[in-house]
């Protein structure tokens, strides 16, 4: 406790820290509760930058940290930048009853400002809420048009959220970030194991973003997992994790390959990649013909825009049978209704958040309610709580928040306008499909850079793993928005569904099959056509 010249009170360290961190950030320091008066009619007001929440916080400084994370720029050019992620004729939410919120501007013609003039909003459901119209949603479509280079990229709503929406979007990020603990939980937290890889859906989507393999070969798996093939005795996934009491299925490895190499400029390309093994197997070694497939978490911004692309529109763009005889012969996943994954074997948000929870945390719900437990670890069923574990309020929530995460908007700048043009001439978007249309929902065109497709890309990627249908050498075309991100989110450019690309050159040789004559087409670019290209991949 120390004396303050502005009257007497108690200021904390946490209290005194978090006024620093404000200071550092341009922002004035209050004490939690103080009210900011409202600007003048329009909510633009020139002058110091402050924006501080009144918010109910019962520790001191909550409410000043808050706001310092709520100041960010959100408007941008009328309309945002050409060839956005996506157009929207929605003018965006309205702020929560109770919390009232204005614009200003630290210069007389810099760029607007959130400020939080006021909230009388109780409960962190309510102050979550706040938060995220706070991280840009009240501008709208503006908002997410707005390029985002920041860490945040992936981790902003769609506009148009707004009321219940936005608070089930608040309530399925708190679910998100949850780290779930054994036995059930009435607020849908539990259900973890007994097997399981992560504790939360943020411990491999960090920030949603993407994972990587690990930094050394024995290195632990943090933000992938192990795919198994038919016939193994641990499943479709070997969980790594368990609970007191039961022993782990097993820790994989990666052992490397003999390094491939592709010639590019005359120079010989390195591309090298690893295979898996297990160690300390619980119920023994899986059999020889089990393929053991890694698989990094793709980030997930966009996901639940690609699940309303029309299905119509899908299945004109598949030809299985190459009919047209152009050399691509895409073709649906799953049962035919195929577009998430990276096999395209799951049908949408909804099917994969379910088999997420259940075999990367062993959270039993509506669509997946039996154990995660292998024939024979008796242990695992032992402590198996049975039943549905995950609340479906929790469960609705948490698909909301997936469903409902916007893709950031491209960068534009004279090399990647060059680029893009550079991308279709040497026939990528034959398969990333640049744009398309959606129906029924406020974002009416997206430009996801994928059609959803299976298609045949080598031997040099063929695994035998088996999600639904597939041939060993299929994979779904990868969206491409958001690739240029990767680095600002997750510290890392690695690319393919195993990360084995260290970039987008690496992604690129590695492509073969169907995708071959676009390669070799990569390869025989003057290089400033190249470096076009990979600016356009970077500004994605």
């Known amino acids: 406790m120390r004396h303050d010249p502005r009257g007497p ?62 100041r960010r720029r959100v408007l941008g050019p009328a309309g945002g930048p050409a060839g956005g992620w996506l ?3 929605s003018q965006g939410p309205r702020p929560r009853r109770g919390v009232r919120l204005g614009l200003h501007r630290a210069q007389p013609h810099g760029p607007p400002r959130l400020a939080v003039i006021g909230s009388r909003a109780a409960g962190s459901a309510a102050r979550l809420a706040l938060s995220i119209a706070g991280a840009g949603l009240l501008a709208g479509a503006v908002a997410a048009a707005e ?38 939980r009435a607020d849908g937290s539990g259900g973890l194991g007994p097997v399981f890889n992560r504790t939360s859906c943020s411990g491999c989507h960090v920030r949603n973003g993407r994972g990587r393999p690990p930094e050394s070969d024995a290195g632990p798996l943090t933000t992938m997992v192990i795919r198994l093939g038919p016939g193994s005795q641990y499943g479709r996934q ?22 491939v190499h592709v010639e590019l400029d005359g120079v010989a390309w390195p591309l090298p990649s690893a295979r898996v093994a297990i160690r300390k197997p619980a119920l023994g070694l899986p059999a ?7 698989r990094v978490a793709p980030h997930l911004a966009g996901t639940g825009l690609l699940e309303r692309i029309p299905d119509a529109a899908l299945a004109a763009f598949a030809d299985p049978d190459d009919r047209d005889g152009d050399g691509i012969s895409g073709r649906r996943g799953g049962d035919g209704n195929g577009r998430l994954g990276w096999r395209a074997e799951l049908p949408g948000v ?24 292998a024939n024979g670890h008796t242990a695992c069923f032992a402590r198996s709580g049975g039943g549905i574990e995950m609340a479906d309020k929790a469960f609705r929530a948490l698909v909301s928040y997936v469903r409902n995460l916007a893709p950031p908007a491209p960068r534009v700048s004279p090399a990647a306008d060059a680029g893009s043009k550079v991308f279709d001439a040497i026939g990528c978007t034959a398969c990333h499909t640049a744009e398309w249309e959606l129906e029924g929902t406020p ?75 676009a390669r ?21």
Request: glycine share 12%; proline share 8%; with cysteine.
């Open 238 to 259: 070997l969980n790594d994790k368990a609970v007191p009491g039961v022993e782990p299925e097993g820790r994989a490895v990666f052992l490397p390959n003999p390094v």
């Open 288 to 294: 020889p013909h089990v393929e053991l497939s890694p």
């Open 443 to 517: 974002v009416h065109v997206i430009r996801p850079y994928t059609d959803l497709l299976l298609h045949d890309l080598g031997p040099g990627l063929a695994d035998r793993r088996v999600d639904g249908s597939p041939g060993n050498r299929e994979w779904r075309t990868a969206p491409l928005w958001g690739a240029g991100r990767i680095f600002a989110v997750n510290g890392h450019r690695r690319l393919l569904h195993d990360g084995r690309a260290r970039g987008f050159v690496e992604a690129i040789l590695w492509h073969g099959g169907e995708a071959a004559p």
């Open 350 to 373: 909804e099917a994969q958040v379910a088999r997420a929870l259940h075999e990367d945390m062993g959270v039993t719900n509506a669509l997946q309610p039996s154990a995660n437990c």
């Open 87 to 89: 157009r929207a004729g």
């Open 520 to 540: 070799d087409r990569f390869r025989a670019l003057e290089a400033a056509d190249r470096a076009a290209l990979l600016a356009f991949l970077a500004s994605l």
């Open 9 to 70: 009170r108690v200021r904390s360290r946490h209290y005194r820290g978090n006024e620093d961190r404000a200071r550092r950030r341009g922002l004035r320091a209050r004490r939690p509760g103080t009210r900011l008066r409202a600007g003048p009619p329009g909510g633009i007001r020139h002058g110091t930058q402050h924006a501080f929440l009144r918010d109910g916080a019962d520790r001191p400084g909550d409410g000043e940290l808050r706001a310092a994370r709520l």
């Open 147 to 184: 390029p985002n280079t920041s860490r945040d990229s992936f981790s902003r709503p769609l506009p148009g959220l707004e009321g219940e929406e936005l608070a089930r979007f608040a309530l399925g990020r708190a679910q998100f970030r949850t780290i779930r603990l054994s036995g059930a």
